[in-house]
């Protein structure tokens, strides 16, 4: 989370209580909290031209967060030091009809893709019914990243065609999984990392080793009550996700795409 603005998901009533969104703190920021200004890009009457986005630097922030009641903690994908450009891509797996076995065999389909075009891609479960797929990289811009995405997503659909789809309007899905590239542009936002999700269960968004994507992965497993225990014994199997050597090889390649 470091450096990068946060759309917040409050749920001051419960995990499965109705909550709203905020993205301009308007100066009610905790004194702890850092801010990124940015200007709106769609006007709208009665708001500021400026949009402050809340940046948690410090536990303090992350304490001051939980006591707001936001559960999903949902980061930008580029930091604020250079705001735009992402740190990665993301694929996220959709389920339509909530069938995890339809997300194990797209990811296992993208991994193919992956392997073929020589990507280093760090997966971890949405803690929902779906998967995140991020593949590191430098140096675009988000107009390209979005570009790279849709390519890559097609190319993963062709493998499970049956299974999957790149269809944007919700209605001409069917209950097929959707290959989601929409996470691409400026000021999107997934959950984060080992985020608690608003869910009945306090699932967490858990990164995976491409090993345990298999048909006994069971997202339902990775909640508060099991993660640190996970950490504690496979280490932060997510971490490489910022590695220098690793967005460096896969920029090279992402450019010919």
Not at 95 to 123: G, R, W
Not at 195 to 208: E, G, Y
Request: proline share 6%; net charge positive; charged share 25%.
């Amino acid at each position: 989370m470091h450096d990068r603005p946060l759309s917040l998901h409050l749920k001051p009533y419960g995990a499965t209580a109705p909550g709203f969104y905020i993205k301009d703190m308007e100066g009610h920021q905790s004194e702890c909290a850092d801010i990124f200004s940015t200007k709106r890009k769609h006007p709208k009457p009665g708001k500021r031209s400026v949009i402050d986005y809340l940046v948690c630097n410090n536990t303090a922030t992350l304490i001051y967060l939980v006591n707001l009641g936001c559960i999903d903690i949902n980061p930008w994908t580029s930091r604020i030091s250079n705001y735009q450009q992402p740190d990665y891509i993301i694929i996220d797996l959709d389920p339509s009809d909530n069938d995890f076995q339809k997300v194990i065999h797209t990811a296992l389909a993208a991994k193919q893709v992956f392997d073929e075009l020589k990507l280093k891609v760090f997966p971890k479960t949405s803690g929902k019914t779906g998967m995140h797929l991020y593949i590191p990289c430098e140096g675009f811009s988000f107009p390209e990243a979005r570009t790279i995405a849709v390519t890559i997503c097609k190319k993963i659909n062709e493998q499970v065609p049956d299974i999957s789809t790149v269809e944007n309007t919700i209605s001409k899905r069917g209950d097929k999984l959707f290959i989601d590239y929409n996470q691409n542009d400026e000021a999107d936002t997934v959950a984060a990392p080992y985020s608690v999700r608003a869910t009945v269960q306090p699932t967490v968004s858990a990164p995976l080793e491409w090993k345990e994507i298999n048909d006994h992965l069971d997202f339902k497993k990775f909640t508060i009550h099991t993660i640190l225990e996970r950490i504690k014994k496979k280490g932060d199997v997510f971490q490489g996700v910022m590695d220098q050597k690793i967005r460096i090889n896969n920029t090279k390649i992402l450019r010919k795409i």
